[in-house]
Every structure is written in structure tokens, then in C-alpha cells.
């Protein structure tokens, strides 16, 4: 039985989704399998999903929503059915576009698996030597921007929060995590960290230790991205409600110093 659920957040996929790269993939993935959501699509994704369940009845779920909700709400209930799975271990999410490619699922969960403290895996999308991280510049200097804002908001350094591919170890806070739907529709990333780390107290540095980044050997910018620069806009607004919704616990002198140190700078 597959111990990892990943949900994979669907809406007008139809026309590229790499169903090949994912069927390859579980083929030689049976630790893994996928729950795939149709966030309400008016194109032919609901069947392009059944025919690949049909496929792999023991790999691949599909949950179908009858309305367009969002990804975050996709991504919400897709987490709650995946937990409702006795033999669930891990539970993630992932981009349809695999933009992140499915190898690095078996990234993440060697994270878990050498860090057995670690609660939260995020993918991150860090241009180094020896990665291939492919990123419109534009969307490359806004996220650094916004990454700032989203670590002052989230009280912890972070280098990437929207990276679309993120494992977590399956406790008795993840449900917990998930009960209500997110007040953000485009940036229910940050809402979902803020969710775990105000589950986890007020000492935000032992909740660190909780999370970890993983820097993405590879990473593609995929034509056809439903995201636009603009957006930046009407993301940055949601950070504001975040930080007003999750407020981070008064910093002591020393950790204020040690944030403002520590913080990704654009």
C-alpha cells in the first residue's frame, strides 16, 4: 500500500497534462500514489483524470468538486480525504504542470526520513551550481520581494513559499491544519505555515526546526501559467490579511535581532 498521497490541484488541465509522466512515475513509484482534484473544470479534465485512474485504480483517487473553489480549497480537501487513508504516512501537494518534476517527491521524502523531527518539507526554488532552476526574471526578483515580506509576517526565515510541491508528515495537527478554509486565495502557502506554526506555540524558533527547505535540483518555468506579474499586487494584500488573521507572537530583543539577521533579503 502507498504510504505518500500526493494531491495534485486540477482545474482546465485537460489539454497539458502530462498523464505519461505520472503514470511512468507510479509505475516505478508504489510507495507513492496520487489524489487527483478537479477544482470544478469546464474542460475535459474530469475524464482525462478517469480514464488515468481507470488505469491505476490502486495508485490514483479523483476527487471532483462540482464548483471552481481555488487551488488552496482544492489543495484543503484533497489533504482531509488523503488523511482519511489508514495507511497514509505522508501527505503532500503538487503542481499539475510539474513544473517541479515527480522525482523530487523521493527528494522530500528522504528529508522525512533522515530528519525525523522534520514536520513540513518545502520545496524551494534556489538557483545554485549543479541545479537547474529556470525562472522567468521577472517572477524570479518578485518572489524574492515577497519572500521577505512573507518571513517579517511569518516571524521565520524563508526563502520560497510558493513553490507548488510540499510533503508533510502525517500527525495529529495536520487535520487540525486543515479544518477551516483559508482566508487567501492566492497565497494559501503562507496561510498554511502560518496555520502550523501557530498550532505549535509560540516559540517560533523550535517550530523551525519543524520545517525544512529542500533546494530543487530542478525546476521549469511551464508556458501557460495561470499566474501573471499583476498578481504580485493582490498577493502582497494577502499577506496583510495573514498577518492580521495569524498574528506572530511578540519577538523577544534577542530574537528580533536573530530574525531581522536571518531574513532573505530581495
Sequence with gaps: MAQCVIVVPCYNEASRLNTAEFRNYLARAPHVSMLFVNDGSSDDTLAVLQRMQAALP??????????????????????????????????????????????????????????PNVEMVLASRVKLLGREIERLAV???????????????????????????????????????????????????????????????????????????????RWTDVP??????????????ELWTIWRTYPPPKPTAKADSAMAAETPKP
Design 224 to 237: 501557460g501559467s495561470k499566474v501573471r506579474p499583476r498578481d504580485f499586487f493582490i498577493a502582497m494584500a
Design 58 to 115: 490502486e495508485q490514483v483517487e479523483v476527487l471532483d468538486m462540482a464548483k471552481n473553489s481555488g487551488k488552496g480549497e482544492a489543495v484543503r480537501l484533497g489533504l482531509l480525504q488523503a488523511l482519511e487513508r489508514k495507511d497514509a504516512v505522508y501527505a503532500g501537494f503538487w503542481d499539475a504542470d510539474l513544473a517541479t518534476p515527480l522525482s523530487a517527491i523521493d527528494d522530500l521524502l528522504n528529508v522525512c526520513l533522515a530528519e
Design 139 to 217: 517572477r524570479h526578483y518578485l518572489g524574492r520581494v515577497f519572500a521577505t515580506c512573507a518571513s517579517l509576517v511569518l516571524s521565520i526565515p524563508v526563502y520560497d513559499t510558493q513553490c507548488g510541491a510540499k510533503l508533510f508528515r502525517v500527525t495529529p495537527k495536520l487535520p487540525e491544519m486543515l479544518q477551516k478554509p483559508f482566508c487567501s486565495r492566492w497565497i494559501f502557502d503562507v496561510e498554511l505555515i502560518a496555520r502550523f506554526l501557530q498550532l505549535h506555540g509560540p516559540d517560533r524558533q523550535k517550530a523551525r526546526g519543524l520545517i525544512y527547505e529542500f533546494p530543487l535540483f
